[in-house]
């Protein structure tokens, strides 16, 4: 993902997905804390995100008149959802 510098400390992500059903997605991320060439910390999370079609996600805000734009390039496949004054 990035690296950021600040002092002395390097603050360091990696993130990675893949497909674990037909509308899941299993993220892995890591993180860790460097100073110099010591590291201080080191975190690992998994967690799930279901996906959903544009189809559905429009039916599920229609009705909460929330408005649907896509975000990002087109093949990621990314919505955002706003209030209607937004």
């Known amino acids: 993902m990035t690296e950021l510098r600040i002092g002395a400390r390097s603050y360091v ?3 990675g997905a893949e497909p674990t059903g037909s509308e899941r997605i299993s993220w892995h991320m890591t993180y860790e804390v ?3 060439e010591r590291l201080v910390s080191r975190d690992d999370v ?3 995100w279901w996906t959903v ?3 559905a996600l429009r039916a ?3 009705p ?3 408005r649907v734009l896509p975000h990002g390039p087109p093949e990621a496949g990314l919505y955002r959802v706003l209030r209607e004054k937004e």
Do not use: C, I, N
Request: net charge negative.
């Open 60 to 62: 599920e805000t229609e």
């Open 34 to 36: 460097h100073e110099g």
């Open 13 to 15: 992500g990696w993130a």
């Open 46 to 48: 998994r967690y799930d």
């Open 64 to 66: 909460h008149r929330l």
């Open 53 to 55: 079609s544009e189809k």
